[in-house]
């Protein structure tokens, strides 16, 4: 098992800045990705960001150029900086992580954080 922890969310006015953490614990050796995804009302969970071991990283494209994912892997932890936050970013942002079994993926998902962007 993999436990996710987040932190970090909070009201911001647009165009502010928000940090987010994600604290992994558990079997955590073969994780190779780890992500945040995003569910704003009425809407579906979407990707955000992704980050390999290695550091690669992929972003949606609303988010290209504003947020920032990064990873220390001796703290199991990765991180979203957020900036230059428009109302449209209001969400309940969520850490994820997988992995592969013989029976498939298995996801691994936090609580999740409210971020809200709103004067």
């Known amino acids: 098992q993999v436990q996710l922890v987040e932190s970090g969310g909070g009201l911001v006015q647009p165009g502010g800045s928000l940090r987010l953490s994600c604290a992994a614990s558990?079997?955590?050796?073969?994780?190779?990705?780890m992500g945040w995804y995003r569910q704003a009302p009425g809407k579906e969970r979407e990707l955000v960001a992704t980050?390999?071991?290695?550091?690669?990283?992929n972003y949606t494209n609303s988010v290209k150029g504003r947020f920032t994912i990064s990873r220390d892997n001796a703290k199991n932890t990765v991180y979203l900086q957020m900036n230059s936050l428009k109302p449209e970013d209001t969400a309940v942002y969520y850490c994820?992580?997988?992995?592969?079994?013989?029976?498939?993926?298995?996801?691994?998902w936090g609580q999740g954080t409210q971020v809200t962007v709103s004067s």
């Open positions: 558990g079997s955590i050796s073969s994780i190779n990705v």
């Open positions: 980050i390999t071991n290695g550091g690669i990283t």
């Open positions: 994820n992580t997988y992995r592969y079994s013989p029976y498939g993926r298995h996801d691994y």
